[in-house]
């Protein structure tokens, strides 16, 4: 039989990947795969039963930033780009936002390789990166 203190100081090490043995790295792979997977399986319902899954998702943004805001922040309407790609309703994933056809593939290197290509993380990319989203949401800001 455990102790009490021996099943807390387990449950607390689980929430500390490094004490669990599961790294970080790990840890965003598994995350990774599995919002992937959800994608994927929304694409073959959609596919194969014609059951749109962006039917039963809420009508009312989750976004913290555009609940209190009223405003789009840089990652809204990623959800819904994700399963538009599923879909291969690749157009309307780039009006959901323009970011979520590259994420997604970086994404499915990412689950697949286990690293990003090496452009991905210079600093010129990084600087790039920082600007183009900055550029992208002041447009979507004034729209």
């Known amino acids: 039989m455990r102790s009490t203190n021996s099943l807390t100081e387990n449950t607390y090490n689980l929430l500390r990947p490094e004490k669990s043995g599961l790294k970080n ?3 965003l ?3 990774v795969g599995v919002i992937i ?3 994927i399986f929304s694409g073959l319902i959609y596919q194969f039963f014609g059951i749109n899954m962006l039917d039963f998702m809420p009508k009312q943004s989750l976004c913290i930033f555009k609940a209190v805001t009223g405003k789009p922040c ?3 309407g990623m959800t819904h ?3 538009h ?4 309703e690749f157009i309307k994933a780039f009006h959901e936002n323009p970011f979520s056809i590259p994420f997604y593939l970086i994404m499915l290197i990412f689950l697949f390789t286990g690293d990003v290509p090496k452009i991905l ?3 010129i990319f990084k600087y790039f990166l920082f600007i183009a989203v900055i550029l992208l949401w002041f447009i979507r800001l004034t729209r």
Do not use: E, H, N
């Not at 790609?85 to 291969?88: A, C, G, M, P, V």
């Open 25 to 27: 790295f790990d840890l």
């Open 29 to 31: 792979r598994v995350i």
């Open 37 to 39: 997977a959800i994608t």
């Open 74 to 76: 840089p990652g809204c």
């Open 81 to 83: 780009a994700f399963i």
């Open 85 to 88: 790609i599923s879909q291969f």
């Open 121 to 123: 993380k210079s600093k």
